[in-house]
T-cell receptor, first 113, second 112 residues
Framework: GQQLNQSPQSMFIQEGEDVSMNCTSSSIFNTWLWYKQDPGEGPVLLIA?????ELTSNGRLTAQFGITRKDSFLNISASIPSDVGIYFC?????????????FGTGTRLQVTL | DGGITQSPKYLFRKEGQNVTLSCEQN?????MYWYRQDPGQGLRLIYY???????QKGDIAEGYSVSREKKESFPLTVTSAQKNPTAFYLCATHTGGDDEQYFGPGTRLTVT
């Protein structure tokens, strides 16, 4: 099955720095989702984007749904140690009552003091 | 408390044995999903179910089986035919439409 192209694969940043990651696809999605996963846990939803061109914020997080519906980016401002984890993008298509998610390969974020 | 539970958190089995992973939800969601995650990779869809007594194969269904006898439960059986069963398995549910999927805490299966 397809996986989305997500970059960068990993990042080492200092506390207080801003972070940017993005996701691209060869096909269109109805919805873009950004999840964060801590080690040994399930992913937790951070931001959901429903319309092309939409820019959405959630605290220090900002994400955009690309105008072509084939890409999305996530920015984290003023990073803190608890931002450490793996961030996944996911494109969603809905058929009937089910949604099918296609995931990116993840961006591993490590924050140093 | 509303949510998704997966048990056990860690599971160990010998090669050649079938093993069933549990997923229970009390969110009253119609759709349920099983994903597999390998190190350094995103999640890949194994099976999903839109409604009781109905389920469809995902991208990597070979060597797995599921049932959906109750709305609350969607167990996954990893059979001996699955060539590389060691992985982190995640269950998710979905309310419908454009709403997002919610994930359980996962079960890490190790087969030796």
């Amino acid at each position: 099955g397809q996986q989305l192209n997500q970059s960068p694969q990993s990042m080492f940043i200092q506390e207080g720095e801003d972070v940017s990651m993005n996701c691209t696809s060869s096909s269109i999605f109805n919805t873009w989702l950004w999840y964060k996963q801590d080690p040994g846990e399930g992913p937790v939803l951070l931001i959901a984007l429903y319309k092309a061109g939409e820019l959405t914020s959630n605290g220090r997080l900002t994400a955009q749904f690309g105008i072509t519906r084939k890409d999305s980016f996530l920015n984290i401002s003023a990073s803190i140690p608890s931002d450490v984890g793996i961030y996944f993008c996911a494109g969603q298509r809905v058929t009937g009552t089910a949604s099918k998610l296609t995931f990116g390969t993840g961006t591993r974020l490590q924050v140093t003091l | 408390d509303g949510g998704i539970t997966q048990s056990p958190k860690y599971l160990f089995r010998k090669e050649g044995q079938n093993v069933t992973l549990s997923c229970e939800q009390n969110l009253n969601h119609d759709a349920m999903y099983w994903y597999r995650q390998d190190p350094g990779q995103g999640l890949r869809l194994i099976y999903y179910s839109q409604i009781v007594n109905d389920f469809q194969k995902g991208d990597i269904a070979e060597g797995y089986s599921v049932s959906r006898e109750k709305k609350e439960s969607f167990p996954l059986t990893v059979t001996s035919a699955q060539k590389n069963p060691t992985a982190f398995y995640l269950c998710a549910t979905h309310t419908g439409g454009d709403d997002e999927q919610y994930f359980g805490p996962g079960t890490r299966l190790t087969v030796t």
